[in-house]
């Protein structure tokens, strides 16, 4: 873990509020990531957090706020966001399955290749150079991601907690200074755990900032400078790992204990049912609304976009 940096955010979330229809799923939330960092992002299912992430992505246009990147403001638009600084992966392992490892990671470098669409018709010299410059970085991701005697493999063939590695090393090929990470130990065992978690400090050692979802709550704690806590749409807290464990609202979140401004049954169901709605308008599964199950229930949906705009 470092000790949190005193520069200016890579990130700033103000405000943001993202409703469907009458009813919120997240409600004024503030948030900022400084270079060097790692900052947690934890809740109870259904609490709000992929939600927050689609909204800092572009997969969803908030409500109100602004999401910053390096001070400019974001375009609520997935491939402009990427290219801005910002890759995500997603609860949901989402690769090529018919595509090698190393072809996945190519995928990701796309938005850092500038040669036009005749520059690859004619396959030019530019084009030649920037595809085997492309090449060489992603073997330099596979080999930092310890996949690169896998790199002709298909990615479908690759053990569970492989394919969650490659999926972040092909977000990583777009080089951002700020990497989000959505459930990266989902499904995974102690051992992979331990190795997601020396990976995620090796991307933080590099100079990329991280933001990560994840309801391990011994992986957020040993990993993260700061830890954010969402419940029912809101920020409840925020601080260090000591400050996050010894709340007692926290504790009372998880245990499921109601306290003031906790939506009742009808209320649940009018959100999921607005969320659904405007997932099936936009083509997606789904994100996070509000629930009151526990972080041992069902994990929350992602939004279904191409591979393209991870």
Same mark, same amino acid.
């Given at each position: 873990?470092?000790?949190?940096?005193?520069?200016?955010?890579?990130?700033?979330?103000?405000?943001?509020?993202?409703?469907?229809?009458?009813?919120?799923?997240?409600?004024?939330?503030?948030?900022?990531?400084?270079?060097?960092?790692?900052?947690?992002?934890?809740?109870?299912?259904?609490?709000?957090?992929?939600?927050?992430?689609?909204?800092?992505?572009?997969?969803?246009?908030?409500?109100?706020?602004?999401?910053?990147?390096?001070?400019?403001?974001?375009?609520?638009?997935?491939?402009?966001?990427?290219?801005?600084?910002?890759?995500?992966?997603?609860?949901?392992?989402?690769?090529?399955?018919?595509?090698?490892?190393?072809?996945?990671?190519?995928?990701?470098?796309?938005?850092?290749?500038?040669?036009?669409?005749?520059?690859? %018709? *004619?396959?030019?010299?530019?084009?030649?150079?920037?595809?085997?410059?492309?090449?060489? /970085? =992603?073997? $330099?991701? #596979?080999? &930092?991601?310890?996949?690169?005697?896998?790199?002709?493999?298909?990615?479908?063939?690759?053990?569970?907690?492989?394919?969650?590695?490659?999926?972040?090393?092909?977000?990583?090929?777009?080089?951002?200074? %700020? *990497?989000?990470?959505?459930?990266?130990?989902?499904?995974?065992?102690?051992?992979?755990? /331990? =190795?997601? $978690?020396? #990976?995620? &400090?090796?991307?933080?050692?590099?100079?990329?900032?991280?933001?990560?979802?994840?309801?391990?709550?011994?992986?957020?704690?040993?990993?993260?400078?700061?830890?954010?806590?969402?419940?029912?749409?809101?920020? *409840?807290?925020?601080?260090?790992?000591?400050?996050?464990?010894?709340?007692?609202?926290?504790? =009372?979140?998880?245990?499921?204990?109601?306290?003031?401004?906790?939506?009742?049954?009808?209320?649940?169901?009018?959100?999921?049912?607005?969320?659904?709605?405007?997932?099936?308008?936009?083509?997606?599964?789904?994100?996070?609304?509000?629930?009151?199950?526990?972080?041992?229930?069902?994990?929350?949906?992602?939004?279904?976009?191409?591979?393209?705009?991870?």
């Amino acid at each position: 873990m470092t000790t949190t940096t005193t520069t200016a955010p890579v990130l700033t979330a103000t405000g943001v509020t993202m409703r469907f229809g009458g009813l919120t799923a997240v409600r004024s939330v503030d948030l900022a990531v400084h270079p060097g960092e790692i900052v947690g992002l934890i809740g109870p299912n259904g609490a709000g957090k992929t939600t927050f992430f689609n909204c800092l992505t572009g997969l969803y246009v908030p409500t109100e706020g602004t999401v910053s990147y390096q001070g400019t403001v974001l375009p609520p638009k997935p491939h402009l966001v990427t290219q801005a600084g910002v890759a995500r992966t997603f609860q949901n392992i989402r690769l090529f399955a018919n595509m090698t490892v190393l072809e996945n990671v190519l995928v990701g470098r796309h938005t850092r290749t500038r040669e036009g669409l005749w520059s690859a %018709l *004619l396959r030019g010299p530019g084009f030649k150079r920037a595809e085997a410059a492309s090449k060489e /970085r =992603a073997m $330099e991701l #596979l080999e &930092f991601t310890g996949l690169a005697d896998k790199a002709d493999h298909l990615s479908r063939n690759l053990p569970y907690g492989e394919q969650r590695k490659l999926e972040i090393a092909r977000a990583l090929a777009s080089d951002p200074g %700020l *990497l989000l990470l959505d459930e990266p130990t989902a499904g995974m065992n102690p051992q992979e755990t /331990r =190795a997601t $978690e020396e #990976l995620v &400090f090796a991307i933080r050692d590099q100079g990329t900032a991280v933001l990560v979802i994840e309801h391990d709550m011994r992986f957020i704690f040993n990993l993260c400078d700061r830890v954010a806590v969402l419940v029912q749409g809101q920020k *409840l807290v925020e601080g260090t790992s000591d400050v996050v464990q010894s709340d007692e609202r926290v504790v =009372a979140a998880y245990l499921g204990t109601p306290f003031e401004g906790d939506p009742g049954e009808e209320e649940v169901a009018e959100v999921e049912a607005a969320e659904a709605g405007a997932d099936t308008a936009t083509g997606g599964t789904g994100g996070a609304g509000l629930t009151k199950t526990g972080p041992t229930g069902d994990a929350e949906s992602t939004t279904a976009r191409t591979e393209d705009e991870q």
